[in-house]
């Protein structure tokens, strides 16, 4: 069964930080792995979503690698802006069974200016 | 290409009452994922549908909850005699096929009193 784990829970930094965020998930037979934003009493917004073929997305700011073989990912943010506070979830989708996305529960950013 | 609708945004219901939740996938997608996202939790796979069919419905309570997605018209996600503890943010995403990217819609937040 598919488990995904995102640390730390919440992370507290000042504006113009580079920053890590990682995700952790237990099969490594996934089907892709997606980052997403969340701000509060909102829905989600796709920030990037990497194939298991593939080893990195970038987007702007954004970098996200996949390591199957580790079971990581780890979403990389440049030079940190206030309005990148929100909560970031990863998901992963298993090639076994729906392709449904199992998700981690969430790093909770706050970018202080 | 309007994206995933959900409707309504938010919705009160008292105890006891039948809560329902719509959703209209994108243009030309035929397959619907519903997740609830429980207070201060991250997001749990419910059902899985494709037009007229339950593919998976592993992650739906036993009681109280059906899903239905008719050839015609949005998916329906339906609670039956609502508790407190129905209370939720839920999530409608849907995908072109099973494997495909899913996109989400901006929520119904479901509120019990």
């Known amino acids: 069964k598919q488990e995904v784990t995102q640390i730390p829970a919440a992370l507290s930094v000042p504006e113009g930080e580079n920053l890590v965020l990682n995700c952790s998930f237990t099969d490594s037979a996934i089907y892709n792995l997606q980052w997403f934003r969340q701000d509060p009493g909102k829905g989600l917004t796709s920030l990037l979503l990497i194939q298991s073929s593939q080893r990195e997305q970038t987007s702007g700011r954004l970098n996200a690698s996949l390591d199957k073989s580790s079971g990581r990912s780890t979403l990389y943010i440049a030079a940190s802006q206030p309005g990148d506070s929100a909560t970031y979830l990863c998901?992963?989708?298993?090639?076994?069974?729906?392709?449904?996305?199992?998700f981690g529960t969430g790093t909770r950013l706050k970018v202080l200016a | 290409n309007a994206g995933v609708m959900q409707n309504p945004r938010h919705l009160v219901r008292r105890r006891g009452q039948e809560a329902r939740l719509r959703c209209s996938p994108m243009?030309?997608?035929?397959?619907v994922y519903w997740y609830r996202q429980l207070p201060e939790e991250g997001l749990k796979f419910m059902v899985y549908l494709q037009k007229e069919n339950i593919i998976d419905e592993s992650g739906m309570p036993k009681e109280r909850f059906s899903a239905e997605f008719p050839k015609e018209g949005p998916s329906i996600l339906r609670i039956q005699q609502v508790v407190r503890g129905d209370s939720a943010a839920y999530f409608c995403?849907?995908?072109?096929?099973?494997?495909?990217?899913?996109?989400f819609g901006q929520g119904t937040r479901l509120t019990v009193v």
């Open positions: 243009k030309g997608h035929s397959h």
């Open positions: 995403a849907s995908s072109q096929q099973g494997q495909s990217e899913a996109f």
């Open positions: 998901a992963a989708t298993t090639t076994s069974g729906t392709y449904k996305y199992i």
